[in-house]
């Protein structure tokens, strides 16, 4: 949802970083961190802040001194923040290996605004301006089933930079979208539609999702995920759709556009990821495809909305279903167009609504009708005929 709405979240972003299985630890990580940064890259030490770990209670964990220790070393006490679990402890899961983190945030605000107000207090509080850029995580931890936390014995580092908001920091933007990674799409998007970026805020959000957008739908479907209807092919049709309705209301496009940007997309990662020049014309299919399937659903439902949404404060349960249900409208997407219009979406009632309908389903399938029979309850088929000749399988 934040996505090209802000100006530094994406649905895909490039992750650099450096790893150390045993190697190297808190000292190494910390102190090389800070020489690429600020001797390297040469970025403005004044405006960069570093965070670690306050400790938790409930964990038996305490403040994370060792990394403040390394810190202290090299940047002054005032520009070392505390960080709660939240920020500075990272876990992948339930279960696994976790530990302590440190994040380097960087202040991009003019520097009038910087006399005004202390960067320190804006880190970690969603400024736009105020971002982390990297995050040092320290794995020294596995966390059991039972929740508690064993040391590991062997201690490992797993560092992520954000690509998108390094290059925005060095080419000195107030955005990850004015960096030459997006303007040359963006370029593209406005010639097309012959409406200026920069000049209205409704327009430049839906160039910039569109920009965003079309990166996640193409990579994800070079590397083998098609959009479906559920599990993973669901999150990338929902990511398509979403870009495909801002093109359709804000940019006036009424014809597929999407599958156009991907020759584009492909030519930056040359040697970068030649697998999306390779797959070009298949991916530029399967989003055309989509996208013609979508328009046609979405014309009929956003004026079904529209009618709908004139003369209401609240948009029904039941409502938000019918367009789920008969017009193939992702609950995501009315709750988009009901936002936009300062309404809110009864989410209780769509639920009891598509619970009634799963019932009905489930007890259709019990109705004896001549020699169907169902076998076993299944809620979710995968096709996979598109990489296989054949599969192990139950009868349904």
């Given at each position: 949802e934040e996505v090209g709405i802000d100006t530094y979240h994406h649905t895909l972003f490039e992750m650099l970083g450096n790893w150390s299985f045993g190697d190297y630890f808190k000292r190494e990580a910390i102190a090389w961190s800070w020489e690429l940064l600020t001797e390297v890259y040469k970025l403005d030490k004044d405006r960069l802040y570093v965070t670690v770990f306050e400790g938790n209670a409930a964990d038996g964990l305490s403040r994370d001194d060792e990394a403040y220790a390394y810190w202290k070393a090299i940047v002054p006490e005032d520009r070392i923040l505390m960080g709660n679990k939240k920020d500075n402890?990272?876990?992948?899961?339930?279960?696994?290996?976790?530990?302590?983190?440190?994040?380097?945030?960087?202040?991009?605000?003019?520097?009038?605004?910087?006399?005004?107000?202390?960067?320190?207090?804006?880190?970690?509080?969603?400024?736009?301006?105020?971002?982390?850029?990297?995050?040092?995580?320290?794995?020294?931890?596995?966390?059991?089933?039972?929740?508690?936390?064993?040391?590991?014995?062997?201690?490992?580092?797993?560092?992520?930079?954000?690509?998108?908001?390094?290059?925005?920091?060095?080419?000195?933007?107030?955005?990850?979208?004015?960096?030459?990674?997006?303007?040359?799409?963006?370029?593209?998007?406005?010639?097309?539609?012959?409406?200026?970026?920069?000049?209205?805020e409704k327009t430049d959000i839906a160039m910039r999702v569109l920009a965003d957008h079309i990166r996640a739908i193409s990579f994800t479907i070079a590397d083998g995920q098609l959009p479906s209807n559920n599990k993973a092919g669901y999150v990338v049709r929902r990511i398509l759709r979403r870009a495909v309705r801002y093109a359709y209301t804000f940019l006036h496009f009424k014809e597929p556009f999407l599958y156009e940007l991907v020759p584009l997309l492909a030519g930056q990662f040359e040697g970068v990821f030649d697998e999306l020049i390779s797959q070009q014309e298949f991916v530029q299919k399967v989003i055309l495809e989509e996208e013609q399937s979508f328009l046609r659903t979405l014309v009929t439902g956003v004026q079904r909305f529209e009618t709908y949404a004139a003369g209401t404060t609240q948009i029904r349960g039941d409502f938000a279903f019918e367009l789920y249900d008969t017009y193939g409208f992702p609950i995501d997407l009315t709750e988009l167009l009901a936002r936009e219009k300062g309404l809110s979406v009864d989410m209780v009632g769509f639920q009891q609504a598509l619970n009634e309908q799963r019932n009905r389903s489930r007890a259709a399938t019990t109705v004896d009708a001549d020699d169907w029979i169902v076998v076993k309850e299944v809620e979710n088929i995968d096709f996979v005929g598109y990489d296989q000749l054949e599969c192990a399988t139950e009868i349904a």
């Open positions: 402890f990272w876990e992948m899961g339930d279960t696994g290996p976790c530990g302590p983190c440190s994040e380097i945030h960087v202040d991009c605000r003019p520097d009038a605004e910087r006399r005004e107000i202390d960067g320190k207090t804006l880190v970690n509080a969603d400024h736009p301006q105020v971002i982390e850029i990297w995050n040092l995580v320290f794995m020294q931890f596995n966390r059991q089933k039972d929740g508690s936390l064993q040391s590991l014995p062997a201690k490992h580092v797993d560092t992520g930079m954000g690509f998108e908001r390094l290059v925005r920091v060095i080419q000195g933007k107030s955005s990850n979208y004015d960096t030459d990674i997006f303007q040359p799409i963006i370029h593209y998007i406005a010639g097309k539609a012959q409406i200026p970026y920069g000049m209205d």
